[in-house]
């Protein structure tokens, strides 16, 4: 029975990677608040990934990223600011689209 572990781990693997979020292009800066100033304020973006933690973080990083800055750019957004940055406890990105002229 332990000879299929190893062969369980990969397929389960295998079958996360086409969770993997992709990022929309975009020209959107990431800015800090400061540079943000006389800009018009969208709304809250945020990503977050539990499937990829551990060793995987960086992945799980990348994908919850990618799903807020997909956000932003639906909302037409040209900054965002950020205000929790994905970690390889957490991989979760959390901050605001803004849009300046």
């Known amino acids: 029975m332990n000879k299929f572990w190893p062969l369980s781990f990969v397929l389960a693997f295998a079958a996360a990677l086409p969770a993997c979020t992709t990022m929309t292009p975009n020209k959107i800066q990431e800015v800090s608040v400061d540079q ?7 709304s809250p973006v945020n990503g977050s990934d ?12 990348k ?10 750019v639906e909302q037409g957004a040209t ?9 390889s406890m957490t ?6 689209a803004y849009k300046c002229k």
């Open 36 to 42: 943000v100033r006389g800009c018009k304020k969208l």
């Open 50 to 61: 539990a499937i990829f933690v551990g060793l995987s973080a960086s992945i799980g990083s």
């Open 79 to 87: 900054h965002v600011v950020w205000t929790q940055m994905g970690t």
């Open 63 to 72: 994908n919850a990223k990618a799903q807020a800055m997909n956000s932003a």
């Open 91 to 96: 991989n979760e990105w959390v901050g605001t």
